[in-house]
C-alpha cells in the first residue's frame, strides 16, 4: 500500500494547494507601465494556376474592401501615380527571315540554365517574325518591335504596363516559350499538321512478345522495342521544361503562352494530377481492350496537340510506371510537352519504387524537351509566405496597405494627430490610430524633415506604414536622402514598417551609383565622357547616396524578416510573439524546415486552383492547419470563406456572397470524411443550381489520395466533378521538440479495424526525417506496430539504394519506437503536470483550448500555449501544485516590487525588471485564470473519487467495489471506462465473476448502444477475462521503480525523479525509454520485455564500402556495451521516441524531465501518430464518438 499511502499525500496537496494571489495582478503590471496591444497582419492574394482548355474563356473579379477602408480611403491622399517603364526600343526593325535550319541552330545555342549573366553580352536570339537581343548594359533587356505577335510581345507589354517586375530569368525563359511558339505557327499554320498518320508505323507494326495481355501491356509488354525507340532522333518542335522553385514565374509564362495560343494548336492546359486522374479514368474505360494504354495515348493526341502541364511532380508509382509508355507513344505521334515544375527531370520520382522502371522516361523528357532551370534569386511570393503582408509591390496594392494598416489599428478612431520634435516644433501625423501611423511618401520624404523629426516619430509610434515609395533617380534624390535617414531611424528603434512601393528594395535604388559603379559601367560600354556627369535624368552618380544604398536595401530586406518582427515584439509589443504562433527557442534539431515544407506544399496546391476559394475543413483540422499556415497566409492565396464539413445550406449564401467559384476541401482518407465531403458537395451543387452558379470542387487528401475515396465519390455519381489530390503533410511540429503526425484515428485502425496503413504513414514520414537529418545509426522498438514500421523503413532504404543518406554527423543518434498497446496503464490514469492536466480538463488541440469566459458567460479561445510563451514555458512541465506556486511566488515579487522596490531601486535595475516583465510575463493573468479554472475542476467529487481509485488500482489493489459504485452513481461513461481499462492493464483483466455482471451493468447504465463500445474494446483486447494469466504491471513496477517507495514524497517545486507526472506513478513508457539509454540498455530486463506484449529488436544502420545501405540486428548485450561506452565518453545524444497509437504531455513532460536534469545524457524529440489522453483514445471506440461523450467527463 505504498503507492497508495504516496498518491493520497499528492492528492491531499492537490486539494490544499494555497490560492493565487491575484488581487495585485493588474495593478502590479499597471504600475510597471506594461500596456498591451495586438497586431495581425498578412500580404495580399497572388493568382494561382487552374485547370482549363485554351478555347475556354477565364474571367476574373475584382475585391473589395472593408467599409472602414472605403471611408479611409476617400480622405485626400496624394498617391504618386507614377509608374516603372520598361526601357524598349520602339524603332527596333524586324530581323531578316533566317532559313529555319539556321534559326533552329541560333535557337539551340541560347543559354538553358545558369547564371543569367551566362550569355555574355550582345548574345542575340532571333527568333520567326520577332528578334531579341541580350545585351550586356541591361542583361537580357528585352527590345520587341511594336505590333509583333506571341508570348514574348505579351510579357512585354505586361512589363510596360507594370504588371510584371524585371526579372532576368523569366525573360530569358519567354525567349524560349516564343521559340515554340513560333515552330508551331510555322509548322501547324494552313493545311500542314505536325502529327503522324493513323496507319502502323514500323515501330507500331513490331509484334508483341509472348506473355502479353491487358497488365503486360500496360506495364511493359513492348519495353523492348520501346527502350529501342527510347533515343529516338530529336522531335519537330522540342518542347520545354521549366524547374524551379516557388513563386519564380514558371505557371505565369507557361500561361502566356495558353492565352496567346491561336485554336489550331489545340493546346490544352492542366495540372499533372488531374492529367493523370484523366489517364487513368480512360484506362478503365479501354480495359477491355488488348493494348489500352496505347487508345488511351491515341485519344489524346487525336485531341490535343500541344500538352501543358503545371507541377509536374511524381510520387504514386503506378503514375510512373504508365508515363513511359504513355509519353513515349505521344511523342512519336508528334505532340508538344510544355511542363512546369519545382524539380530537374533527374530529380523526380527521386527514392520512389522501381525507380529504375522511371528512369527511360526522364532520358526521354530529357531528349523530347529544353530543360530550363528558372531558378531565380526573387521569390515573388516571398513574401506571402514569410513575411506576413509588410511590404506591397505596384501602386496597385495601395487598397491592401489601407487594410493592413486598419487591422492594426484594432478599429480605434483614426484622426490627425500631432508628436513633439525639439522647441516647441511639432510634427503633424496625418491619420494615426492607436500605434500605428500612416503617411504617404510625399507627407513623410517630399518635405523638409530630418532626423529630429523621425526619431519623435519613431519614439510616439511603434509601427508606421508609408504608402507610394517611388524608383529614386535624378528628380527625387534628396528625397531619397531622406528616406535612407528614415529608414536607419526605423530600424534602430525596432519599428515595424509597413510600405507600398514601385519595386522590390533592391530596385529601388538602381539609377544610383557612385563613381566607382558609374566608371566601370561606362568603361564596359566605351563610353568617352565623363564618369562625372550625372548621365542623364534617370540616373544619379552620388557617393554618399550610391554608398548609403547597400545598406538601406539590406535593412529593408530585414525589416521585413520574422526575425525583425520579433525584434520588433520584444521591444514593443511582447504579445505578438504569440501571435506569430512559432517557437522561440530552437529545440534539439531544426524543425521549422519540415513546417515550411508542409507549408509550401499546402499553399503550392492551393496556388494551382485559380480562383476564389473556400476552404472546406474537418473539425480536427482547423487547429493543425493554424500551425502550418494562418488565416491571413491563406487569404493571401485566395481563400475568402472557411468552415466546417458540416451540413449548413448557409454556407452556400457565403460563398455566392464573397463570389467564390473554387470550393477545395481538406480532408483524410477516411471513409467517414469522404461521406461527409460527398454530402457537402451535393449540398453546394444544389443550392448553386437553384441560384443559378456553378462550383468547382477540389479534394486534398491527407497524407494522400486512397482508392476508397474515389470509389465512395464514383458511388455518389460525383466523381466526375471532384479534383481529387494528394496533400502530403506529413509533420505537424507542435513546439520545439514535439512533432504530431495528426492521425488521432490510428490507434483504432490498428487496434480494431486490423488496418495498418496508417503504419505506412508513420514509416514514411520517419524515413523523410532520415532523409533531412540523416540516417539514424541506433534504432530500438518494442511492439508489433513498432517492428512493422522498421521493416518498412528498412524496404524504403534498401530502395534508395546509393541514394540512401549517410549517417549525420550531428544528427539523431538513436531512433526508439514504442507501440502504445505496450503500456496501456499510463493514458489511463489522470496528467497531473500543468500541460497534462488542462488537456484533461479542457482538451488541448496544437497549443489552443477552450475554457469559460469570465463571469460563465459562454466560452473563450485561448492560443499560443507552446514555447513561445514564456510562463507557460516556465510552467508546462511541473506538477501541477509546483506550477501554482510559482505563478504565486512570480506575482508576490511583482506586488513587493510595486510596493517597495519601485522608489529606492536604481533606475537601470528598474529599466531591466520592466523590460523582463513586458517580454517574459505578459501572459501572467492568463495563466492565473486557468489555475484557478483547474482548481475549481480538481476539487470535484467525481475528480476526488476517480483520483483514490486510481491510486488503489496503481498500487495492485482490487478497486472493483469501488469501480462498481461509480457505475451505479451514474459516473461518465468515458471516466469509467478509463478506470476500468486501467484494472484490466494492471490486473491482467477482470475476474471471471465479475465480467458478466460488469458488462450488463454498463449496458443498463449508459445504453445498449455500447454493445459495440464493449465488442471493440475486446477486440482491441483491452477488456478482457483474466483467464489465469499474470500481467506484466507488477513485475514492471517492481524492476523500474514505478511507484514511489515507502518513506518517499515528490518536492512539488523541485522533484527528483518523473513519479510527479501522475501523482506517484512513473510512466512506464518513459521508464522503457530510460532504461533503453542506460549502460545496462534493455539487457538487464530482457525477461521483463518478453512479457509485454508484442516483438522487441535493435539493430543499427549504416552503409557498406560500395554506399549501399546495411542493417544488422543487434543483442541486448552488445547495445548495451556501445551505449555504456557512449556515456563513458560523456556523448549527450539526441534521441527520437515515436509513440505509434498516441503520447500524453505528461508522458513528454517526463522525457524533458530526464534530459534536463540529467538523469538521461540525451536530448529528446518526441513524435507521435498524435497527443492524447485516456478520453480521447477510448473515444474514438465508443460507440457515441468522442464529442458526445466529453460532456460526461
Not at 510520387?315 to 508538344?336: C, E, N, Q, S
Not at 515584439?569 to 515544407?597: F, N, S, T, V, Y
Request: glycine share 8%.
Amino acid at each position: 500500500m505504498r503507492g497508495l499511502r504516496a498518491a493520497s499525500r499528492l492528492q491531499r496537496q492537490l486539494l490544499q494547494a494555497p490560492a493565487l494571489e491575484g488581487s495585485g495582478v493588474a495593478g502590479a503590471l499597471s504600475a510597471c507601465g506594461y500596456a498591451g496591444s495586438s497586431c495581425a497582419a498578412g500580404p495580399a492574394t497572388p493568382p494561382g494556376a487552374q485547370h482549363q482548355r485554351r478555347r475556354d474563356a477565364s474571367s476574373s473579379s475584382s475585391s473589395s474592401s472593408s467599409a472602414s477602408t472605403a471611408a479611409l480611403a476617400q480622405q485626400p491622399l496624394p498617391w504618386p501615380a507614377g509608374r516603372r517603364s520598361l526601357h524598349c526600343s520602339a524603332a527596333c526593325a524586324r530581323s531578316a527571315a533566317l532559313p529555319q535550319q539556321q534559326q533552329q541552330q541560333e535557337a539551340a545555342a541560347a543559354p538553358s540554365s545558369g547564371d543569367a549573366a551566362s550569355a555574355g553580352a550582345g548574345a542575340a536570339v532571333t527568333l520567326s517574325g520577332m528578334a531579341v537581343k541580350l545585351t550586356g548594359g541591361d542583361p537580357f533587356l528585352l527590345q520587341v518591335e511594336p505590333g509583333a505577335a506571341g508570348p514574348l510581345a505579351a510579357y512585354s507589354e505586361g512589363r510596360l504596363r507594370g504588371m510584371y517586375r524585371k526579372d532576368e530569368r523569366q525573360e530569358l525563359t519567354i525567349t524560349k516559350i516564343q521559340r515554340i511558339y513560333d515552330e508551331l505557327k510555322e509548322r501547324l499554320g494552313g493545311e500542314r499538321s505536325l502529327r503522324k498518320g493513323r496507319g502502323l508505323t514500323l515501330v507500331d507494326a513490331a509484334p508483341e512478345p509472348s506473355g502479353g495481355g491487358w497488365f503486360s501491356g500496360l506495364f511493359g509488354g513492348s519495353k523492348a522495342r520501346e527502350e529501342s525507340t527510347a533515343a529516338a532522333a530529336a522531335p519537330a518542335v522540342q518542347g520545354l521544361y521549366m524547374y524551379g522553385g516557388v513563386g519564380v514565374g514558371k505557371t505565369m509564362l507557361m500561361d502566356l503562352l495558353v492565352k496567346e495560343a491561336p485554336p489550331y494548336f489545340q493546346l490544352e492546359r492542366t495540372h499533372f494530377h488531374d492529367f493523370m486522374i484523366e489517364v487513368h479514368q480512360r484506362l478503365r474505360h479501354f480495359a477491355s481492350r488488348p493494348d489500352p494504354l496505347a487508345h488511351v495515348a491515341d485519344e489524346i493526341v487525336d485531341q490535343t496537340r500541344v500538352l501543358c502541364l503545371d507541377e509536374f511532380f511524381v510520387t504514386d508509382v503506378a503514375d510512373a510506371m504508365i508515363l513511359h509508355r504513355l509519353f513515349g507513344r505521344l511523342w512519336d505521334r508528334g505532340l508538344v510537352l510544355v511542363a512546369t515544375s519545382n524539380r530537374h527531370p533527374d530529380a523526380l520520382y527521386e527514392g520512389g519504387l522501381q525507380r529504375n522502371l522511371f528512369m527511360p522516361f526522364i532520358h526521354r523528357l530529357k531528349d523530347q524537351c529544353v530543360v530550363h532551370d528558372m531558378e531565380s534569386k526573387t521569390d515573388y511570393r516571398k513574401l506571402a509566405h514569410h513575411h506576413r503582408g509588410l511590404y506591397f509591390v505596384t501602386p496597385s496594392r495601395e487598397e491592401d496597405l489601407y487594410e493592413r494598416f486598419m487591422e492594426l489599428t484594432n478599429n480605434q478612431p483614426v484622426r490627425k494627430q500631432y508628436v513633439d520634435v525639439a522647441m516647441g516644433r511639432q510634427l503633424e501625423l496625418p491619420r494615426a490610430g492607436g500605434c500605428i501611423a500612416l503617411f504617404t511618401f510625399e507627407e513623410l520624404c517630399n518635405r523638409p524633415l530630418g532626423a529630429a523629426d523621425y526619431i519623435a516619430l519613431a519614439n510616439a509610434k511603434h509601427t508606421l506604414a508609408l504608402s507610394g515609395v517611388p524608383i529614386f533617380n535624378a528628380t527625387n534624390r534628396q528625397a531619397a536622402y531622406r528616406f535612407v535617414t528614415l529608414v536607419d531611424v526605423l530600424y534602430e528603434h525596432r519599428v515595424r514598417f509597413l510600405c507600398s512601393a514601385e519595386a522590390m528594395p533592391f530596385e529601388l535604388f538602381e539609377n544610383i551609383q557612385t563613381n566607382q559603379e558609374a566608371r566601370e559601367a561606362r568603361g564596359a560600354t566605351g563610353a568617352a565622357h565623363s564618369y562625372a556627369d550625372s548621365g542623364g535624368a534617370s540616373e544619379v552618380v552620388d557617393d554618399n547616396l550610391g554608398f548609403a544604398k547597400d545598406r538601406t536595401i539590406s535593412r529593408l530586406t530585414e525589416m521585413q524578416s520574422e526575425e525583425y518582427l520579433r525584434a520588433h515584439a520584444k521591444a514593443h509589443a511582447p504579445e505578438l510573439l504569440l501571435a506569430l504562433g512559432e517557437p522561440q527557442r530552437q529545440g534539439p534539431m531544426p524543425l521549422r524546415p519540415i513546417r515550411d515544407a508542409a507549408r509550401r506544399a499546402l499553399l503550392d496546391l492551393l496556388d494551382s486552383i485559380r480562383g476564389r476559394k473556400a476552404l472546406v475543413l474537418e473539425a480536427p483540422f482547423a487547429a493543425p492547419l493554424g500551425l502550418i499556415a494562418d488565416a491571413l497566409t491563406l487569404k493571401e492565396h485566395g481563400v475568402e470563406v472557411f468552415c466546417l464539413v458540416e451540413p449548413q445550406p448557409s454556407v452556400v449564401d457565403a460563398l455566392l456572397e464573397k463570389g467564390v467559384r473554387q470550393v477545395v476541401y481538406l480532408a483524410h482518407g477516411r471513409l467517414d470524411s469522404c461521406q461527409a465531403v460527398a454530402q457537402h458537395v451535393k449540398m453546394c451543387q444544389s443550392g448553386g443550381a437553384r441560384a443559378g452558379h456553378a462550383f468547382d470542387f477540389s479534394l486534398l487528401l491527407m497524407p494522400r489520395r486512397s482508392a476508397v475515396a474515389e470509389q465512395l465519390l464514383e458511388e455518389q455519381g460525383i466523381l466526375g466533378d471532384v479534383a481529387i489530390r494528394d496533400l502530403p503533410l506529413d509533420w505537424v511540429p507542435l513546439d520545439e521538440d514535439l512533432l504530431s503526425l495528426e492521425l488521432p484515428g490510428a490507434f483504432k485502425e490498428l487496434t480494431v479495424d486490423r488496418d495498418r496503413s496508417s503504419l505506412f504513414y508513420v514509416a514514411r514520414a520517419l524515413h523523410g526525417l532520415q532523409q533531412q537529418w540523416g540516417t539514424i545509426p541506433h534504432v530500438k522498438g518494442k511492439g508489433d506496430a513498432a517492428a512493422a514500421v522498421q521493416r518498412i523503413m528498412s524496404r524504403m532504404r534498401l530502395e534508395q539504394g546509393r541514394d540512401a543518406p549517410a549517417a549525420g554527423t550531428d544528427g539523431v543518434d538513436t531512433l526508439i519506437l514504442l507501440d502504445r498497446t505496450v503500456d496501456m496503464a499510463t493514458p489511463m490514469c489522470t496528467q497531473l503536470t500543468y500541460e497534462g492536466l488542462l488537456d484533461e480538463v479542457f482538451g488541448l488541440s496544437c497549443g489552443q483550448c477552450k475554457t469559460e469566459a469570465e463571469g460563465g458567460q459562454g466560452q473563450r479561445k485561448v492560443t499560443g500555449l507552446n514555447s513561445s510563451d514564456a510562463v507557460f514555458r516556465e510552467t508546462r512541465d511541473r506538477f501541477y501544485v509546483g506550477a501554482r506556486r510559482w505563478l504565486n511566488e512570480t506575482l508576490r515579487t511583482i506586488q513587493q516590487f510595486r510596493d517597495q522596490g519601485m522608489h529606492s531601486a536604481d533606475i537601470n535595475q528598474l529599466r531591466g525588471f520592466v523590460a523582463e516583465l513586458k517580454e517574459k510575463f505578459v501572459r501572467l493573468p492568463l495563466h492565473s485564470g486557468l489555475v484557478e479554472q483547474l482548481a475549481a475542476a480538481i476539487q470535484a467529487p467525481g475528480f476526488v473519487a476517480r483520483q483514490q481509485i486510481e491510486a488503489g488500482l496503481l498500487d495492485e489493489a482490487d478497486e472493483m467495489p469501488a469501480i462498481e459504485d461509480l457505475i451505479y452513481q451514474g459516473e461518465g461513461a468515458l471516466p469509467l471506462l478509463r478506470l476500468l481499462l486501467l484494472y484490466c492493464a494492471v490486473h491482467g483483466g477482470v475476474p471471471k465473476r465479475h465480467y458478466d455482471n460488469l458488462r450488463r451493468d454498463i449496458l443498463n447504465t449508459y445504453g445498449h448502444q455500447h454493445l459495440l463500445t464493449l465488442t471493440s474494446l475486446a477486440k482491441a483486447g483491452l477488456l478482457q477475462r483474466r483467464e489465469g494469466r499474470r500481467s506484466a504491471f507488477p513485475a514492471a513496477k517492481q524492476q523500474l521503480r514505478l511507484l514511489l517507495q515507502e518513506g518517499e514524497a515528490i518536492d512539488e517545486s523541485d522533484p527528483k525523479d518523473i513519479h510527479y507526472a501522475f501523482a506517484g506513478y512513473a510512466p512506464l513508457s518513459v521508464r522503457l525509454v530510460q532504461q533503453a539509454l542506460s549502460a545496462q540498455g534493455w539487457a538487464g530486463i530482457e525477461s521483463l520485455l518478453q512479457q509485454l506484449p508484442g516483438a522487441q529488436f535493435e539493430l543499427v544502420q549504416g552503409t557498406d564500402d560500395q554506399g549501399m545501405p546495411t542493417e544488422r540486428r543487434q543483442g541486448a548485450s552488445k547495445a548495451a556495451a556501445e551505449s555504456a561506452a557512449a556515456l563513458a565518453a560523456g556523448q549527450r545524444r539526441k534521441v527520437l521516441v515515436m509513440f505509434i497509437g498516441g503520447v500524453t504531455y505528461a508522458e513528454v513532460s517526463a522525457l524533458r524531465f530526464l534530459s534536463q536534469k540529467g538523469l538521461c545524457n540525451c536530448d529528446f524529440i518526441v513524435a507521435s501518430t498524435a497527443v492524447c489522453t485516456g478520453s480521447s483514445l477510448l473515444g474514438s471506440l465508443v460507440a457515441e464518438g468522442p464529442q458526445q461523450l466529453a460532456a460526461e467527463a
